[in-house]
Structure formats: structure tokens, C-alpha cells
T-cell receptor, first 112, second 112 residues
Framework: GESVGLHLPTLSVQEGDNSIINCAYS??????FIWYKQESGKGPQFIID?????DKRQGQRVTVLLNKTVKHLSLQIAATQPGDSAVYFC???????????FGKGTRLSVIA | EAQVTQNPRYLITVTGKKLTVTCSQN?????MSWYRQDPGLGLRQIYY???????DKGDVPEGYKVSRKEKRNFPLILESPSPNQTSLYFC???????????FGPGTRLTVL
């Protein structure tokens, strides 16, 4: 498999439990945030996004929470499944004129 | 099928031998970009393009060139590759620079 997961913080979760992956972002002017999932040997895959005028957004089994006061973003995965095992990245963007800035990532391991 | 394609997927080359990694998207996206991914450093942007004939440097542009002659293609050129350019490269595209990006499958480059 790919070596991109080395040196990453790891979260181990029992299958069926809920997972919470956290991300601290750096730019207080950022107004758009995305969570990506990267499985071994594949490119990052878009999961869910949120704009700064919201503090919560829900998708299928996933919820993103945004706390602008402390510049914190979290991804909650309900009923975690083995297929959720991957590296998860947050990304931020200021819609004025800057490209996405990615976090270092968190490896999620689901224990069957 | 909407996708971003990259070629080659794997490449082993020697120092100084010019190479090009192609990237193509079929979603009529205006924004395209190149990233490299290294253990412990996450995804770092090399170059991006807002539209045809509009390109700009990302965070780590040294040693790379790009061109955007057509909307669908965004090749990455290494004029004189060096071992420190050994990495996993991803091309991505999106409707705009402030939106979620679709990533290609990656190109694993090794420079000896």
C-alpha cells in the first residue's frame, strides 16, 4: 500500500461505534471547509463540505461540525464500518483568492 | 463517468531525464491543480490553473512546470527531475477554485 499514512495520528474504533475526527484550522478568514477520505492506493475522495455561515451539516452517516470561535472542525461518522478505514483530511479555503489548504490527516482504523 | 485521469500511474526514472505526467478531466471544470503527497507532510499544492492559459504557483512550485492550453488537460512537467521529487502526485479539478476538488488516482514517481 501507499506510504502516505506514516507519521499520522491514528484513531481506532470498534465496528458499529461512532467516530469523531478532529481538525484545527489556521486561517480565521477561511470560509469554506471540506473533509476528504483517502483509501490506500487511491486519491482523496470528497465526503462533505460546509461553509462558514453554518455550524453543522449532515450527510449520509456523516456530520461535519464547525466551531469558528476556536477554529475547529470535526467529522462524525455514525455506525463506523470496516469500509470507513482510511486517512481523513480536512481542507480549508478562503473564497477570496486562495486554493485549498489541507491538514496533515488522521488515520481511522476500524476494528471488526 | 465523471473522472480525472492521470498517466502514467507509476514511473521510475533517472535524475535529469525530462518527463511529463498528463492529467485530463471530463467535467468541464475551470479549476485544475497538481499536488504532491509525502509522508508527514500531507498534500502540498504545486501549481494551479483558474482557467485556460491561466496558471499560478502553489506552495511548492520549484522544479515543476505546467501548461493549460485546453480546458480539459493540465500536464505537469519536470524538466530535470531530482531525487527529492520522488513522491505521489495527484491532479485535481473543480468547478471553481473555492469548491471541492475531484482527485485523480495518483502517479507514483521515483527519481533515482
Amino acid at each position: 500500500g501507499e506510504s502516505v499514512g506514516l507519521h499520522l495520528p491514528t484513531l481506532s474504533v470498534q465496528e458499529g461505534d461512532n467516530s469523531i475526527i478532529n481538525c484545527a484550522y489556521s486561517n480565521s478568514a477561511s470560509d469554506y471547509f471540506i473533509w476528504y477520505k483517502q483509501e490506500s492506493g487511491k486519491g482523496p475522495q470528497f465526503i462533505i463540505d460546509i461553509r462558514s455561515n453554518m455550524d453543522k451539516r449532515q450527510g449520509q452517516r456523516v456530520t461535519v461540525l464547525l466551531n469558528k470561535t476556536v477554529k475547529h472542525l470535526s467529522l462524525q461518522i455514525a455506525a463506523t464500518q470496516p469500509g470507513d478505514s482510511a486517512v481523513y483530511f480536512c481542507a480549508e479555503n478562503y473564497s477570496g483568492n486562495t486554493p485549498l489548504v489541507f491538514g496533515k490527516g488522521t488515520r481511522l482504523s476500524v476494528i471488526a | 463517468e465523471a473522472q480525472v485521469t492521470q498517466n502514467p500511474r507509476y514511473l521510475i526514472t533517472v535524475t535529469g531525464k525530462k518527463l511529463t505526467v498528463t492529467c485530463s478531466q471530463n467535467m468541464n471544470h475551470e479549476y485544475m491543480s497538481w499536488y504532491r503527497q509525502d509522508p508527514g507532510l500531507g498534500l502540498r499544492q504545486i501549481y494551479y490553473s483558474m482557467n485556460v492559459e491561466v496558471t499560478d504557483k502553489g506552495d511548492v512550485p520549484e522544479g515543476y512546470k505546467v501548461s493549460r492550453k485546453e480546458k480539459r488537460n493540465f500536464p505537469l512537467i519536470l524538466e530535470s527531475p531530482s531525487p527529492n521529487q520522488t513522491s505521489l502526485y495527484f491532479c485535481a479539478s473543480s468547478l471553481s477554485h473555492s469548491g471541492g476538488e475531484f482527485f485523480g488516482p495518483g502517479t507514483r514517481l521515483t527519481v533515482l
